[in-house]
C-alpha cells in the first residue's frame, strides 16, 4: 500500500533530523569547549523534538513513526562528521555548517509543499530552528568564542 505524499514528506523530513541527530552526537563527541557542546547539544535537542513532532502527524495520517535511527545517508553524515571533528572545534563547526546547509535548504524546499495549516505551522517552526542553528555556527565560526582572543566574545 502507497503512503499518502504528505506522510511521505514528513517521513523524509524526520528522516532528516534524525540524521541530524546522528551528526550531532558525533560533533558533541569531539567538542572539549562549553560553550560549543552546550550549543550543540541544544540544537541536537531540536532535531530531537522535530522528530518527535513530525512523527506526531505522521501517526495521525495514518504512517509509522521513525526512531532515532540514522538511515545509509546518516550513517555517512555521522561518520564524516565524526573524522572531520577530530581536527578540533572549527572543523566539527565546519562539518555540522554543512550540515546544517542541507537541513536549511530541505525545510525550505518543504514550505513549498501543499500541507494542512497545522503541518505548514510545524514546519515552519522547524524552518526557523534550523535558521537559528546556520546563523550561530556560521558566526560561531567566524567569531571563534573558544579562542578567548579579542575576537572571542561570545555570540
Not at 41 to 68: C, K, Q, S, W, Y
Not at 83 to 102: D, Q, V
Request: net charge negative.
Amino acid at each position: 500500500m502507497a503512503m499518502k505524499p504528505e506522510v511521505e514528506k514528513l517521513r523524509s523530513l524526520a528522516q532528516l533530523d534524525v540524521d541530524a541527530v546522528g551528526a550531532y552526537d558525533a560533533a558533541i563527541a569531539r567538542v572539549r569547549e562549553p560553550l560549543v557542546r552546550e550549543r550543540l547539544n541544544e540544537f541536537r535537542a531540536d532535531h530531537v523534538r522535530h522528530v518527535r513532532d513530525l512523527n506526531t502527524f505522521i501517526v495521525e495520517l495514518g504512517g509509522e513513526p521513525l526512531e532515532l535511527r540514522p538511515d545509509l545517508k546518516g550513517a555517512a553524515m555521522k561518520g564524516l562528521t565524526a573524522m572531520t571533528s577530530l581536527m578540533g572545534t572549527e572543523a566539527a563547526l565546519m562539518a555540522m555548517l554543512g550540515n546544517e546547509e542541507i537541513t536549511n535548504r530541505v525545510y525550505e524546499m518543504a514550505l513549498h509543499f501543499e500541507w494542512s495549516a497545522p503541518v505548514r505551522q510545524l514546519v515552519q517552526l522547524h524552518r526557523r530552528d534550523e535558521e537559528r542553528h546556520i546563523t550561530w555556527i556560521r558566526d560561531a565560526v567566524r567569531v571563534r568564542p573558544w579562542a578567548g582572543d579579542e575576537l572571542g566574545a561570545p555570540v
